[in-house]
């Protein structure tokens, strides 16, 4: 198992958000999560996962043969 599992707690500081979000992730089953006991744990794999099915790409624009935006 090379696998961290991280809580709650880690996974909102790692996003940047409160502690409420991914506990909302988890009631939704958003996200993968195991539950240790009373503790719930989200493997980083998990966490790297949701953050790259959720990223989105920058848009290329084309310009106009007169220089103004498509």
């Known amino acids: ?6 809580s709650v707690d880690q996974v ?4 940047g958000t409160t502690p409420r979000f991914p506990r909302r ?3 939704e089953r958003r ?3 195991v ?3 009373r503790h719930v744990r989200i493997p ?3 966490l790297a996962a949701y953050i790259e099915a959720r990223t989105v790409q920058p848009r ?5 043969r ?3 935006a498509a």
């Open 1 to 6: 198992m090379t696998d961290r599992y991280l």
């Open 44 to 46: 980083e794999s998990a």
């Open 25 to 27: 992730l988890i009631a």
């Open 12 to 15: 909102a500081e790692v996003l």
């Open 66 to 68: 007169y220089g103004r």
């Open 31 to 33: 996200i993968t999560f």
């Open 60 to 64: 290329h624009r084309t310009r106009s």
């Open 35 to 37: 539950k240790v006991g």
